[in-house]
């Protein structure tokens, strides 16, 4: 990170590098489009490393009554030598952006398009370009796999720039949405900055937040949404017990390593009664054989394994009543308490 300072506080940008102001229509359509486009936006910076303004358009194909746009293609214009350099996108989408912002910190400005895929994902299609020596050449996107985008792998519902240092140089804030068996469950975002550092994109910073949602009430049965396995209580469940599951990033505080955290609490009339009657886990294989220290306490009891996915289920009970047993409320939370075999019994692995 110090080296990273180094080279923000190092850098002295010119006053000519980005105007980011957005030319009106006329000034526009001054410049000719592609054939059969129309201007969507349009730019000035510069991008060719010459201390002067060059003009950037964006064009596309209006839908008629729709945001849709086709056939997004970038145009352009060194403001010196007044020769031009068509980018095709050969993408299409929802409500396109052009930016343009220094991310490689070369003193000259990037050219980056976004636009809304439309799907059920709420995901992002994202380019950015750099000009060398007349030529554009497609940067890479964020990602910490080479065939992916993003921490998560499944792409962006949002990348955008952000001055971090608020000094002209942007690095990318993306945003990643966890969901469950459909994509409408969203269980939370992922945010995640990324600084270009060697001709890639480096992450800087992660951080979910999960979504706050209504605990399940226990009725009958529980079918975990992303670890495929099933639970199966006695009767005396149904009603009393609520249900949080977690997953992904930051699922537990205290064991990182867990994919999902499934707690079935005491559904208690206060939120601070609501102690844990079980607890399941799901672990990697690997993860959960690191865990197991023999000179240490267990993290939980092994219940079931799944080969296809290499994951270890864990269970953890309570060791002793939170309440009072003497109490109404301490009898009726000593008798959803379940043994280890009687919780065994109740987990079913399935398809998913």
Sequence with gaps: MNNWNKIVTGTVLTSVLFTGQALTADAASTSSAPKNLQVLSQKTADVTGD?????????????????????????????????????????????????????????????????????SGGYTTNYIYTLKNGKAEKLSLPGLDKNKAGVLGGGFVQLKPIDNNKNGLYVLEGTERLTGDYNADVRGYLQSKWKWSQNKWELMSAHFEPTKTEKQVYQGSFKSHDSAYAFLAPKSWNGNILIDERTGPNADPYLPEAKSVTSFQFNASKTEDQAAVVVIYAFDKNDWKKLNNPDEPPVGYEIAQDPATNTVYAAALPQDSVFDPATDQGKKFLSLVMTLDEVKKAFVLVKR
């Design 51 to 119: 201390n002067k303004a060059d003009m950037i358009a964006l064009y596309g194909k209006k839908e008629k009554n729709s945001p849709y746009v086709s056939d997004l293609t970038v145009k352009v214009t060194d403001g010196q030598t007044k020769k031009s350099v068509t980018i095709d996108l050969k993408d299409s989408g929802y409500e396109p952006k052009l930016s343009v912002q220094d991310f490689t910190y070369d003193k000259k400005g990037e050219i980056m398009v976004s636009a809304d895929t439309g799907g």
